[in-house]
Protein backbone atom coordinates (compact mmCIF):
# COMPACT_ATOMS: atom_id res chain seq x y z
CA UNK A 1 0.00 0.00 0.00
CA UNK A 2 2.66 2.40 0.78
CA UNK A 3 4.19 1.30 -2.09
CA UNK A 4 1.23 2.13 -4.52
CA UNK A 5 0.81 5.58 -2.69
CA UNK A 6 4.40 6.89 -3.49
CA UNK A 7 3.67 5.94 -6.73
CA UNK A 8 0.72 7.26 -6.94
CA UNK A 9 1.72 10.70 -5.18
CA UNK A 10 4.98 10.59 -7.98
CA UNK A 11 2.71 10.37 -10.86
CA UNK A 12 0.69 13.63 -9.63
CA UNK A 13 3.90 15.36 -9.36
CA UNK A 14 5.15 14.52 -12.70
CA UNK A 15 1.60 15.48 -14.43
CA UNK A 16 1.46 18.47 -12.39
CA UNK A 17 4.93 19.66 -13.65
CA UNK A 18 4.21 18.84 -17.10
CA UNK A 19 1.24 21.27 -17.16
CA UNK A 20 3.24 24.14 -15.16
CA UNK A 21 5.88 23.52 -18.44
CA UNK A 22 3.31 23.41 -20.91
CA UNK A 23 1.76 26.60 -19.30
CA UNK A 24 5.17 28.24 -19.14
CA UNK A 25 6.13 27.67 -22.90
CA UNK A 26 2.26 28.22 -24.50
CA UNK A 27 1.67 31.31 -22.91
CA UNK A 28 4.85 33.01 -22.22
CA UNK A 29 4.59 35.60 -18.95
CA UNK A 30 0.73 35.94 -20.08
CA UNK A 31 1.55 36.74 -23.85
CA UNK A 32 -1.26 36.09 -26.28
CA UNK A 33 0.46 33.10 -28.43
CA UNK A 34 0.04 31.23 -31.26
CA UNK A 35 1.85 29.55 -34.08
CA UNK A 36 3.74 31.55 -36.95
CA UNK A 37 1.13 31.75 -39.84
CA UNK A 38 -2.03 31.90 -37.62
CA UNK A 39 -3.88 35.02 -36.66
CA UNK A 40 -4.09 36.67 -33.00
CA UNK A 41 -7.06 39.01 -31.60
CA UNK A 42 -4.53 41.65 -29.91
CA UNK A 43 -4.15 45.30 -29.56
CA UNK A 44 -7.48 45.39 -31.17
CA UNK A 45 -6.28 43.60 -34.61
CA UNK A 46 -6.98 40.55 -36.33
CA UNK A 47 -3.44 40.33 -37.10
CA UNK A 48 -1.15 37.01 -38.57
CA UNK A 49 2.58 36.79 -38.76
CA UNK A 50 4.09 34.67 -41.32
CA UNK A 51 6.70 33.78 -43.74
CA UNK A 52 9.76 34.53 -40.73
CA UNK A 53 13.45 34.30 -42.52
CA UNK A 54 16.23 35.94 -43.16
CA UNK A 55 17.35 38.02 -45.78
CA UNK A 56 20.82 39.79 -45.77
CA UNK A 57 21.74 41.70 -42.61
CA UNK A 58 18.09 40.76 -41.03
CA UNK A 59 14.97 38.63 -39.88
CA UNK A 60 11.89 39.62 -42.02
CA UNK A 61 8.25 39.06 -41.43
CA UNK A 62 5.26 39.73 -43.63
CA UNK A 63 2.14 40.94 -41.57
CA UNK A 64 -1.21 41.59 -42.60
CA UNK A 65 -4.07 43.13 -40.45
CA UNK A 66 -7.34 43.81 -40.03
CA UNK A 67 -9.32 45.54 -36.60
CA UNK A 68 -10.66 43.29 -34.88
CA UNK A 69 -14.40 44.91 -34.34
CA UNK A 70 -14.34 48.08 -36.92
CA UNK A 71 -15.91 50.59 -34.58
CA UNK A 72 -14.02 49.56 -31.46
CA UNK A 73 -10.53 50.63 -30.39
CA UNK A 74 -7.19 49.75 -32.11
CA UNK A 75 -3.57 50.42 -31.54
CA UNK A 76 -2.72 52.97 -34.14
CA UNK A 77 -0.28 51.36 -36.94
CA UNK A 78 2.42 54.01 -36.25
CA UNK A 79 2.69 52.36 -32.20
CA UNK A 80 2.61 48.63 -33.28
CA UNK A 81 6.30 47.58 -32.39
CA UNK A 82 7.81 43.84 -33.47
CA UNK A 83 10.44 42.32 -31.62
CA UNK A 84 12.47 38.76 -32.02
CA UNK A 85 11.49 36.18 -29.34
CA UNK A 86 14.42 33.58 -28.49
CA UNK A 87 17.91 33.33 -26.80
CA UNK A 88 19.37 36.09 -28.32
CA UNK A 89 22.19 38.10 -26.70
CA UNK A 90 20.13 41.61 -26.63
CA UNK A 91 16.21 42.47 -27.78
CA UNK A 92 16.17 43.02 -31.12
CA UNK A 93 12.99 45.00 -32.06
CA UNK A 94 11.47 47.80 -35.02
CA UNK A 95 8.71 49.70 -35.77
CA UNK A 96 5.97 47.98 -38.08
CA UNK A 97 5.84 51.38 -40.35
CA UNK A 98 9.35 52.72 -41.25
CA UNK A 99 11.30 49.57 -39.99
CA UNK A 100 12.68 48.95 -43.19
CA UNK A 101 13.97 52.24 -43.43
CA UNK A 102 18.13 51.74 -43.28
CA UNK A 103 17.46 48.47 -45.81
CA UNK A 104 17.85 49.44 -49.00
CA UNK A 105 19.60 46.15 -50.39
CA UNK A 106 16.60 44.20 -50.67
CA UNK A 107 13.29 43.68 -52.68
CA UNK A 108 10.74 44.50 -49.88
CA UNK A 109 7.16 46.06 -49.53
CA UNK A 110 7.33 47.70 -46.22
CA UNK A 111 4.48 47.47 -43.55
CA UNK A 112 2.24 50.51 -44.63
CA UNK A 113 -1.25 51.68 -43.15
CA UNK A 114 -2.80 53.37 -46.54
CA UNK A 115 -6.18 52.94 -44.80
CA UNK A 116 -7.11 52.83 -41.12
CA UNK A 117 -8.69 49.41 -41.74
CA UNK A 118 -5.66 47.81 -42.56
CA UNK A 119 -2.21 47.15 -41.91
CA UNK A 120 0.00 44.68 -44.50
CA UNK A 121 3.71 44.13 -45.72
CA UNK A 122 7.46 43.15 -44.29
CA UNK A 123 8.65 43.94 -41.00
CA UNK A 124 12.41 44.54 -41.00
CA UNK A 125 14.17 43.69 -37.85
CA UNK A 126 17.86 43.59 -36.77
CA UNK A 127 20.62 43.63 -37.84
CA UNK A 128 20.70 40.04 -37.21
CA UNK A 129 21.65 36.84 -39.45
CA UNK A 130 20.84 33.43 -37.67
CA UNK A 131 17.77 32.09 -36.99
CA UNK A 132 19.21 29.59 -34.51
CA UNK A 133 18.69 31.21 -31.63
CA UNK A 134 14.89 32.82 -32.83
CA UNK A 135 11.91 31.33 -31.53
CA UNK A 136 9.37 33.64 -32.52
CA UNK A 137 8.16 36.84 -32.85
CA UNK A 138 6.53 39.12 -30.48
CA UNK A 139 4.13 42.17 -31.13
CA UNK A 140 3.25 45.34 -28.59
CA UNK A 141 2.25 48.83 -28.74
CA UNK A 142 4.12 51.58 -25.90
CA UNK A 143 1.20 53.08 -25.81
CA UNK A 144 -1.04 49.98 -24.54
CA UNK A 145 -0.72 50.21 -21.01
CA UNK A 146 -2.60 48.14 -18.05
CA UNK A 147 -4.07 50.03 -15.54
CA UNK A 148 -2.43 50.36 -12.46
CA UNK A 149 0.57 49.17 -13.15
CA UNK A 150 3.61 51.51 -14.01
CA UNK A 151 6.55 52.56 -11.60
CA UNK A 152 8.70 55.31 -12.95
CA UNK A 153 11.81 55.97 -11.72
CA UNK A 154 14.56 59.46 -12.15
CA UNK A 155 17.48 58.84 -14.74
CA UNK A 156 19.61 62.06 -15.09
CA UNK A 157 22.83 62.42 -16.95
CA UNK A 158 25.61 61.62 -15.69
CA UNK A 159 24.89 58.80 -13.44
CA UNK A 160 21.48 57.55 -14.99
CA UNK A 161 19.40 55.38 -13.15
CA UNK A 162 20.13 54.10 -9.53
CA UNK A 163 19.81 50.54 -9.45
CA UNK A 164 16.32 49.48 -8.12
CA UNK A 165 13.73 46.78 -8.39
CA UNK A 166 10.54 46.70 -8.58
CA UNK A 167 8.88 44.17 -5.65
CA UNK A 168 5.80 43.80 -7.94
CA UNK A 169 7.17 41.81 -10.66
CA UNK A 170 10.49 41.48 -9.53
CA UNK A 171 12.45 42.60 -11.75
CA UNK A 172 15.49 44.61 -10.95
CA UNK A 173 16.94 47.37 -13.48
CA UNK A 174 20.38 48.59 -13.83
CA UNK A 175 22.25 51.30 -15.54
CA UNK A 176 25.17 50.16 -17.34
CA UNK A 177 25.87 52.93 -19.75
CA UNK A 178 25.23 56.70 -20.18
CA UNK A 179 26.17 59.13 -23.42
CA UNK A 180 24.82 62.29 -23.55
CA UNK A 181 24.38 64.58 -26.59
CA UNK A 182 23.12 68.11 -28.52
CA UNK A 183 21.05 67.19 -30.84
CA UNK A 184 24.20 68.17 -33.74
CA UNK A 185 25.80 64.95 -32.59
CA UNK A 186 28.15 67.27 -29.89
CA UNK A 187 29.13 64.73 -26.89
CA UNK A 188 28.80 66.32 -23.51
CA UNK A 189 30.87 65.36 -20.40
CA UNK A 190 29.79 65.51 -16.97
CA UNK A 191 31.76 68.88 -16.68
CA UNK A 192 28.93 70.50 -19.02
CA UNK A 193 26.88 70.52 -15.90
CA UNK A 194 28.53 73.87 -14.87
CA UNK A 195 28.57 75.26 -18.04
CA UNK A 196 25.27 77.70 -18.48
CA UNK A 197 25.34 77.23 -22.69
CA UNK A 198 25.46 73.44 -22.79
CA UNK A 199 21.52 72.75 -21.86
CA UNK A 200 20.30 74.79 -24.57
CA UNK A 201 18.01 73.61 -27.55
CA UNK A 202 17.78 69.77 -28.05
CA UNK A 203 19.91 66.56 -27.42
CA UNK A 204 19.54 63.10 -26.42
CA UNK A 205 20.97 60.01 -24.12
CA UNK A 206 21.83 56.56 -24.82
CA UNK A 207 21.15 54.77 -21.83
CA UNK A 208 22.64 51.13 -21.53
CA UNK A 209 20.05 49.25 -18.69
CA UNK A 210 20.20 45.86 -17.32
CA UNK A 211 16.87 44.06 -16.17
CA UNK A 212 17.13 41.14 -14.24
CA UNK A 213 15.04 39.17 -12.38
CA UNK A 214 13.95 35.56 -11.06
CA UNK A 215 11.86 34.03 -14.11
CA UNK A 216 9.36 32.79 -11.64
CA UNK A 217 8.26 35.68 -10.01
CA UNK A 218 8.27 37.63 -12.59
CA UNK A 219 5.98 35.24 -14.64
CA UNK A 220 3.59 35.34 -11.84
CA UNK A 221 3.65 38.86 -11.92
CA UNK A 222 2.56 38.83 -15.40
CA UNK A 223 0.12 36.45 -14.90
CA UNK A 224 -1.65 38.50 -12.36
CA UNK A 225 -1.19 41.65 -14.17
CA UNK A 226 -2.56 40.60 -17.52
CA UNK A 227 0.41 40.76 -19.59
CA UNK A 228 4.39 41.31 -19.29
CA UNK A 229 6.27 44.73 -18.51
CA UNK A 230 7.93 47.01 -21.15
CA UNK A 231 10.55 49.36 -19.89
CA UNK A 232 10.24 52.82 -21.64
CA UNK A 233 12.46 55.91 -21.24
CA UNK A 234 10.98 59.52 -22.00
CA UNK A 235 10.83 61.91 -23.16
CA UNK A 236 10.95 60.86 -26.89
CA UNK A 237 10.09 61.78 -30.52
CA UNK A 238 8.62 59.98 -33.52
CA UNK A 239 11.59 58.68 -36.35
CA UNK A 240 13.40 60.12 -37.60
CA UNK A 241 14.37 61.65 -34.22
CA UNK A 242 17.38 63.42 -33.24
CA UNK A 243 19.64 61.15 -34.05
CA UNK A 244 19.63 57.70 -35.92
CA UNK A 245 20.85 55.91 -33.43
CA UNK A 246 17.80 56.57 -31.27
CA UNK A 247 15.93 55.61 -34.17
CA UNK A 248 17.51 52.24 -34.00
CA UNK A 249 17.99 51.52 -30.34
CA UNK A 250 14.15 53.32 -29.93
CA UNK A 251 12.52 54.39 -26.35
CA UNK A 252 10.63 51.11 -25.11
CA UNK A 253 11.48 46.96 -25.07
CA UNK A 254 9.24 44.38 -24.11
CA UNK A 255 10.56 41.75 -21.22
CA UNK A 256 9.75 39.17 -22.92
CA UNK A 257 12.77 36.70 -22.45
CA UNK A 258 12.33 33.06 -23.46
CA UNK A 259 10.15 30.93 -21.29
CA UNK A 260 12.52 28.04 -21.13
CA UNK A 261 15.27 30.14 -19.06
CA UNK A 262 14.66 30.35 -14.91
CA UNK A 263 16.40 33.70 -15.13
CA UNK A 264 15.54 36.94 -16.82
CA UNK A 265 18.56 38.90 -17.97
CA UNK A 266 18.09 41.20 -20.49
CA UNK A 267 20.44 43.74 -21.45
CA UNK A 268 19.63 46.96 -23.91
CA UNK A 269 20.17 50.57 -25.15
CA UNK A 270 17.14 53.01 -25.17
CA UNK A 271 17.40 56.68 -26.01
CA UNK A 272 15.38 59.74 -24.55
CA UNK A 273 15.46 62.80 -26.34
CA UNK A 274 14.01 65.95 -27.27
CA UNK A 275 14.17 69.24 -25.09
CA UNK A 276 18.04 68.96 -24.12
CA UNK A 277 17.24 69.63 -20.46
CA UNK A 278 14.40 67.00 -20.29
CA UNK A 279 15.85 64.64 -22.28
CA UNK A 280 18.92 64.73 -20.41
CA UNK A 281 18.06 66.30 -16.47
CA UNK A 282 15.00 64.88 -16.18
CA UNK A 283 14.59 61.71 -18.14
CA UNK A 284 12.23 59.13 -16.62
CA UNK A 285 12.70 55.55 -17.06
CA UNK A 286 9.20 53.29 -16.51
CA UNK A 287 8.13 49.75 -15.91
CA UNK A 288 4.62 49.39 -17.49
CA UNK A 289 1.82 46.10 -17.99
CA UNK A 290 0.95 45.93 -21.23
CA UNK A 291 -0.40 43.52 -23.44
CA UNK A 292 1.47 41.91 -26.12
CA UNK A 293 1.19 38.30 -28.57
CA UNK A 294 3.90 35.85 -29.77
CA UNK A 295 4.03 33.74 -32.77
CA UNK A 296 6.10 31.10 -32.22
CA UNK A 297 7.59 28.96 -34.54
CA UNK A 298 7.21 25.75 -32.78
CA UNK A 299 3.91 26.29 -32.62
Known amino acids: MRALIATLAAIVVVAA ?20 GESLAVLGWNMSVSNLRVDGDHVLIDVNAAPAQPDAPHAKPEDIRFGLYGALAHPIEANAIGGCRDVTNLAVQPVSASSPDRISGTVCLGPHRDLVQVRGVYVYSPHDRIAGTTTAYPAAFPVGLPATKDNETGLSIKTTSIDAFRADGTMLNPTALGDPNAFQGNGYMLLGLEISGLAEQYREASQRRGGPTMVLVSPTLPAPGLSHACDVYGASVLVLPDASRDAVQVRVSLCPQGEINQALLYSTVSGIGTHAGLWTVDG
Not at 20 to 36: F, G, K
Open 17 to 36: SACYNDDRLESPYAAQTTAV
